[in-house]
């Protein structure tokens, strides 16, 4: 599941426009479902996958947040709230055996290929 979300976040990077409130939130929901029940079972492709879906999330809901949408608020929580997944996603990378340095080239090839 989590595979397809990371596609479907490439997706997303690719588009000329920009998604509206109601994707991006649907989006956000149905990734915080999947990474809830199962992160903890990830494999380190599975959880730079994750890392890299919520980095973006993080990202576009801050993004969002400075401009003036009537959704700022809502962006507002959903970037703290990546925040912590972002923290806790890199953790768990960590647990599995990558450091640092091997986490932010992994995330950088993944924005190169995206």
Known sequence: ?????YEKMV???NMEDEIDFKEFDGYYKQTLRELEANYEKYDQQQGLHALFVM???KANSESR???KFPEAK????ISQRTHIWVEALFAQLVKLGMNEQQIQEQM???YEDA
Request: glycine residues 0%; hydrophobic residues 35%; proline residues 0%.
């Open 1 to 5: 599941m989590i595979n397809a979300l």
């Open 11 to 13: 997706e997303y990077l």
């Open 65 to 67: 947040t400075q401009r």
């Open 108 to 110: 950088e090839k993944m």
């Open 55 to 57: 980095d973006n999330l």
């Open 74 to 77: 809502k962006y507002k929580k």
